[in-house]
């Protein structure tokens, strides 16, 4: 297997920590979950180790569907991150 | 029955969506609208910025807005959330539901408002009376609980 | 803050009340209306007429706001119910909820609602689609039950 | 004690079944609850048997306000009789 293309969009203060809306990154063999993906995002920068510092707390959605950690990113095209919603 | 989901900038007239839900109707009885409002917080804000996730954000209430419909009787259904820069005394996001029975309806605009609170992606960020750009407004466990307690 | 109420055969308009529970204010984030309409029943129904009894329709909704503005924190209320004879798709009753916070604005409404329809001196009457007057709508024990639940 | 002037009203179908909307009343003395009041009036005449054959059902208002049969008529003006509400 190779590696696979994903876009990765951040929202809030989220996106604030990391320093950029979106990204285009290719994702090693291994990935294969969100935890997986954040493991692999804190090793690239100090920036995403201050994003996901509480993993906890950061919610994430694949193809705008919310998904926990555990979730497969099986043909996931676009990841986002993002903290807990306020709307409404 | 298909809901009216929006996602806009502009200000919404709740006047005019009720008048929308009804229109040529005979069989609605019970129509419940709730409309969410900027606070100045006793003076200090300035106004409220909006960021949303463009795409999900209609999928989200999309579906959101589907659930009502699968668990109550309803009529109509409509969803409208502004995004960007709000100030006091305006308009944020507006729920309007009908239904034959004022039951369905006052339950279904409830259901609506505890969902979105917990999975629109949306994001409030406070702009201060003195200029300043304050900070992201933090979820509460209280709205995660009742959006919880719906099962 | 002093609930408004008001009794009148005039239809009312939602967004009227909306605009004016709001108006000036900053500290309102939730506002929850109901509107209860007339409903033709599948056809069946030309028309509602609701009695009413003069002073106390006015004293008892005044009763069932003041209660509520006790049990929740209103920045506004304003309750309309409207009498005489009244054509499937047209108005009879509104409730308006004016609040910081949305929870208070739903229950405060759906109280006022249940409250009215076990308290209100008003009594429907049908009118049937083929010119003849039926009888009396028969009061239900779930109305009764609900009320009951708010202690 | 001398018998006391009541304004009776009436609504919807206990209206109809006394065939008329309010009257004035002379109360003897020893009617001095609401349910002594509905007696009272069964006995003037069959127009109140019809008006009040379930006596349950029937509620009653003593000057704009909801009481229950065992409530006294005190210094009472206006005592209204009327069928379950159904407003709203």
């Given at each position: 297997m190779s590696a696979r293309r994903l876009k990765l969009v951040y929202f809030a203060w989220v996106r604030e920590r990391v320093g950029r809306p979106e990204e285009d990154v290719d994702v090693p063999e291994g990935v294969d979950t969100v935890a997986d993906l954040v493991r692999w995002l804190k090793s690239r920068g100090e920036e995403y180790d201050y994003a996901f510092e509480n993993e906890g707390v950061v919610r994430a959605a694949v193809d705008h569907l919310h998904v926990k950690p555990e979730a497969s990113l099986g043909e996931a095209r676009e990841v986002a991150f993002f903290p807990p919603m306020t709307g409404g | 029955m298909t809901p009216t989901i929006r996602i806009q900038a502009d200000?919404?007239?709740?006047?005019?969506?009720?008048?929308?839900?009804?229109?040529?109707?005979?069989?609605?009885?019970?129509?419940?609208?709730?409309?969410?409002?900027?606070?100045?917080?006793?003076?200090?804000?300035?106004?409220?910025?909006?960021?949303?996730?463009?795409?999900?954000?209609?999928?989200?209430?999309?579906?959101?807005?589907?659930?009502?419909?699968?668990?109550?009787?309803?009529?109509?259904?409509?969803?409208?959330?502004?995004?960007?820069?709000?100030?006091?005394?305006?308009?944020?996001?507006?729920?309007?539901?009908?239904?034959?029975?004022?039951?369905?309806?006052?339950?279904?605009?409830?259901?609506?408002?505890?969902?979105?609170?917990?999975?629109?992606?949306?994001?409030?960020?406070?702009?201060?009376?003195?200029?300043?750009?304050?900070?992201?407004?933090?979820?509460?466990?209280?709205?995660?609980?009742?959006?919880?307690?719906?099962?």
């Amino acid at each position: 297997m190779s590696a696979r293309r994903l876009k990765l969009v951040y929202f809030a203060w989220v996106r604030e920590r990391v320093g950029r809306p979106e990204e285009d990154v290719d994702v090693p063999e291994g990935v294969d979950t969100v935890a997986d993906l954040v493991r692999w995002l804190k090793s690239r920068g100090e920036e995403y180790d201050y994003a996901f510092e509480n993993e906890g707390v950061v919610r994430a959605a694949v193809d705008h569907l919310h998904v926990k950690p555990e979730a497969s990113l099986g043909e996931a095209r676009e990841v986002a991150f993002f903290p807990p919603m306020t709307g409404g | 029955m298909t809901p009216t989901i929006r996602i806009q900038a502009d200000d919404f007239s709740a006047a005019d969506e009720i008048a929308a839900l009804g229109q040529g109707r005979a069989d609605i009885g019970a129509v419940v609208t709730f409309t969410g409002l900027c606070r100045d917080e006793g003076g200090r804000l300035a106004a409220l910025e909006l960021e949303h996730y463009p795409g999900m954000a209609e999928a989200e209430l999309g579906r959101v807005a589907d659930e009502a419909a699968r668990r109550w009787p309803l009529h109509g259904l409509t969803v409208i959330h502004r995004y960007g820069r709000i100030p006091p005394g305006a308009n944020i996001v507006l729920v309007a539901t009908a239904s034959a029975h004022r039951i369905a309806a006052f339950e279904a605009a409830s259901f609506l408002m505890d969902y979105l609170k917990t999975r629109a992606p949306f994001w409030k960020r406070e702009h201060l009376a003195d200029g300043t750009v304050g900070g992201w407004v933090a979820a509460t466990a209280a709205d995660d609980e009742r959006a919880a307690g719906w099962g």
